[in-house]
């Protein structure tokens, strides 16, 4: 079945009826890959605005149903852990990239 879209009276697009949003599908398979390398070694690439980004390498330790955690080694014996949401890869606000028996596997 096609996505039916229709224009509403304060103007916003909706889906008729039987349609489905390819957005919600494609946060489930999002979850899903992420969920698959729980464990593993992972680099992230973060946009923080005006021309900013941060790279950084941890261990993906946790998935929850809207966020994910990864633990990153901070130096001087310290231990950060930082979260983010399946909606931040779907953006590409954040590039998650796993390394699998020196194997590189960007997920999205």
């Not at 130096?75 to 020196?102: A, C, H, K, M």
């Amino acid at each position: 079945m096609t996505n039916q879209w229709k224009y509403d009276k304060i103007g916003m697009y909706s889906l008729k009826e039987g349609g489905s949003l390819a957005q919600g599908n494609s946060l489930d398979r999002i979850r899903e890959n992420v969920k698959n390398y729980v464990g593993e070694k992972v680099r992230l690439k973060a946009n923080k605005g005006r021309k900013k980004t941060t790279i950084r390498e941890g261990v993906l330790e946790s998935v929850y149903p809207n966020i994910f955690v990864v633990k990153i080694d901070g130096g001087y014996n310290s231990i950060r852990r930082v979260s983010y949401s399946y909606s931040d890869i779907l953006t590409e606000t954040v590039e998650v990239t796993v390394y699998d028996e020196g194997e590189q596997i960007r997920i999205s």
